[in-house]
């Protein structure tokens, strides 16, 4: 997703070219390539995860060993630090909250969740995780003291934020039975709930931080479950109303509450070009 900021425009490409535009002209006012900057390779998915602006730095997932996530200055292009060291730069992008008082940049690869001084680059702490097949996406959901990221192959974590100074702890993990495990599909929280789309292709609403599931229902996508099923959920302002773009090219108006999920109205806009996990 490209980044607009103060009469420039950051885009980046599959293949880890990164660029700072002119908004008004296009021109380039800088470049870097990440593959030959950190030397790595791209992802198996290639770069995927748009970068974060804070005051005068960039920061953006770059490359593996000790370069995961890099901070440049968002004028020039110049390193201001780096940090991390992971098999491979997975798909979820940064993202800053505020915890026990302190500023944590919180980042996620295949192998762990780990927080850093926005400021410095400098690790607060850090939990295993396994990504399989380099797979982590979802931007983690903060609620509370808890932090919750998921991805492929039914992964899933739940971690206790320390209240007092930055810390954290695995409260559960890879259960089948809670929460969902996004692969393409963002989750929202909204109220102490989560709305995404697991895996499976359930539309699922779970709560937090227990994880127990409220109810799961295939009927965005149809009748049955459909493997990686994927439904784009972009909420209408802070109501429980939602715009539904499906993979069969319907687009939809539903509601999401803790109750269930309601259908308002559906249109066919387009017809799918290809196919993948044997269907159309």
């Not at 980046?12 to 950190?38: M, R």
């Not at 320390?162 to 089948?176: C, M, N, S």
């Not at 995404?196 to 479950?225: A, Y």
Request: charge should be neutral; include cysteine; hydrophobic fraction near 35%.
């Amino acid at each position: 997703t490209p980044l607009v900021e103060s009469g420039k425009v950051y885009v980046q490409g599959a293949e880890g070219y990164f660029a700072c535009l002119d908004a008004k002209n296009g021109d380039i006012v800088w470049s870097k390539s990440l593959k030959q900057t950190y030397k790595t390779q791209s992802a198996l998915w290639g770069y995927s995860s748009q970068p974060l602006i804070d005051g005068d730095k960039l920061i953006l997932i770059a490359g593996r060993e000790g370069s995961h996530c890099v901070a440049l200055n968002k004028n020039t292009g110049e390193e201001i630090w780096r940090t991390g060291t992971a098999t491979e730069q997975g798909y979820s992008p940064p993202r800053i909250i505020t915890h026990a008082g302190v500023r944590q940049l919180i980042l996620c690869s295949p192998d762990a969740v780990y927080a850093v001084d926005p400021a410095t680059g400098k690790t607060l702490w850090s939990q295993d995780y396994k990504g399989d097949n380099g797979s982590i996406i979802m931007t983690p959901i903060v609620f509370g003291n808890h932090l919750f990221t998921a991805g492929f192959n039914n992964r899933n974590i739940l971690l206790e934020l320390d209240g007092e100074k930055p810390g954290a702890k695995t409260v559960w993990r890879d259960d089948k039975k809670l929460a969902m495990s996004p692969v393409n599909v963002q989750p929202f929280a909204i109220d102490g709930m989560v709305y995404g789309l697991d895996q499976s292709g359930e539309l699922r609403c779970f709560e937090m931080p227990s994880g127990q599931i409220k109810w799961k229902t295939s009927k965005p996508l149809g009748d049955r479950n459909l493997g990686s099923g994927t439904v784009f959920l972009v909420r209408h302002g802070e109501t429980d109303r939602f715009w539904m773009f499906a993979e069969s090219g319907d687009l939809i108006i539903g509601r999401l509450s803790p109750k269930g999920f309601s259908e308002d109205s559906r249109m066919h806009v387009i017809d799918p070009s290809n196919n993948a996990f044997g269907r159309d």
